[in-house]
């Protein structure tokens, strides 16, 4: 795509994503006009939580069993961290942070309402820029979710403003972000730990290209999927959800979840990296 730098609103939109996509992209684009599919998750709290259930496929596959001190970087509104939160440990803690403090007020909401107060009491949140986090911790959780901003193509599709106003420069400027908070994160996590990476993004620069170059970056990480099957359903899942969860189709380095092919599910991309000690 050389001449992408000219592609703007929604023809340009149009253009770029019917070449990504080719003869799917008119299933792909339909699917994302339609009505996502939602799962509801009972943690025992006052309310229930209700989410993309390619969402819940992804939080599932960060392995809590083990885990002492959780981070979820980028949580706001929160769906993901009630899944970990009902999930961890009786002896694990999670931290749930947002760099926004509005979001942040949106997220202490929902672990409020949906977390029974003897999960609620060992969720901390907090409101800090998870780029920089790293320059005061490192090497100091087991877990990390980090579910990462990104291009979102299925609101910017369905918002007329967001898609008048769409450059390819978007990609370019939301993976620059990506890569600070992935970078970040990866630093904090221990040797042994499992860092779960996710976007609800399309295309590959912000999904497989950004695992790619965490790859180049750092000869400690390991494919957290390699001795593990993809986690759809167990004891735990069946607990809170009673829906039937989608499938993924592979990638280079994780699994995507496309609304085309799995009901409404997604676009919900994943990739489990491990942290291994240095030799």
Not at 117 to 131: F, K, L, M, Q, Y
Not at 234 to 257: M, N, Q, R
Request: glycine share 6%.
């Amino acid at each position: 795509m050389a001449r992408t730098a000219k592609l703007t609103g929604a023809d340009g939109f149009e253009t770029y994503y019917s070449s990504l996509f080719a003869e799917r992209w008119p299933a792909l684009k339909a699917a994302l006009f339609a009505e996502p599919a939602y799962a509801e998750w009972n943690a025992g709290g006052s309310k229930t939580y209700f989410l993309d259930t390619g969402s819940v496929l992804a939080a599932l596959q960060l392995p809590l069993q083990g885990a002492a001190k959780i981070l979820d970087l980028c949580a706001a509104p929160g769906g993901k961290t009630v899944v970990l939160a009902s999930r961890m440990e009786m002896n694990a803690s999670l931290i749930s942070n947002d760099r926004s403090g509005e979001r942040k007020q949106r997220l202490l909401r929902v672990c409020d309402e949906c977390l029974p107060p003897e999960v609620r009491s060992r969720v901390t949140i907090t409101c800090s820029d998870g780029a920089k986090w790293c320059t005061r911790q490192t090497d100091c959780f087991d877990r990390i979710l980090l579910d990462a901003p990104c291009s979102s193509e299925r609101h910017v599709l369905t918002d007329p403003k967001y898609l008048a106003e769409w450059t390819p420069g978007r990609i370019k400027t939301v993976s620059m972000e990506q890569w600070a908070l992935l970078s970040s994160a990866y630093r904090m996590l221990m040797p042994g730990g499992y860092l779960l990476y996710s976007t609800c993004a399309l295309v590959p620069d912000e999904n497989d290209d950004m695992v790619e170059r965490l790859y180049k970056k750092f000869d400690t990480v390991e494919d957290g999927f390699k001795d593990r099957k993809l986690l759809c359903s167990d004891e735990t899942y069946s607990k809170y959800c009673k829906a039937v969860l989608p499938g993924a189709e592979k990638t280079k380095y994780g699994y995507h979840v496309l609304p085309d092919r799995q009901n409404g599910a997604g676009p919900l991309y994943f990739s489990l990296v491990r942290k291994n000690s240095k030799n």
